[in-house]
């Protein structure tokens, strides 16, 4: 196999092993606070900005609304 192919399935199935074992770890503590929330905070911080940088920032769209309104005001 390609070496780099065979990396990437090494590092997806890390990954993919690293999610499921938190998800089987917090499947039983519910929504109190325990040990592993500095993890949920993190992912649930990388999923975030994951959704930022794919659809963009919910900030932009006023702010070039914002603009539109302030040159429609000047004319």
């Known amino acids: ?3 780099n192919t065979d990396k ?8 993919g092993t690293a999610v ?3 998800f089987l770890l917090t499947a039983d503590y519910g929504p109190q606070p325990n ?4 993890i949920k905070k ?3 911080s990388a999923e975030r900005s994951a959704k930022e940088f794919i659809f963009g920032t919910r900030k932009r769209p006023k702010e ?9 005001s000047n004319k």
């Open 20 to 22: 499921a074992a938190y």
């Open 1 to 3: 196999m390609n070496p």
């Open 35 to 38: 040990v592993l929330d500095p």
């Open 8 to 15: 990437l399935i090494r590092r997806t199935t890390m990954i």
């Open 42 to 44: 993190r992912i649930q």
């Open 64 to 72: 070039s609304d914002a603009g539109k309104t302030d040159s429609s």
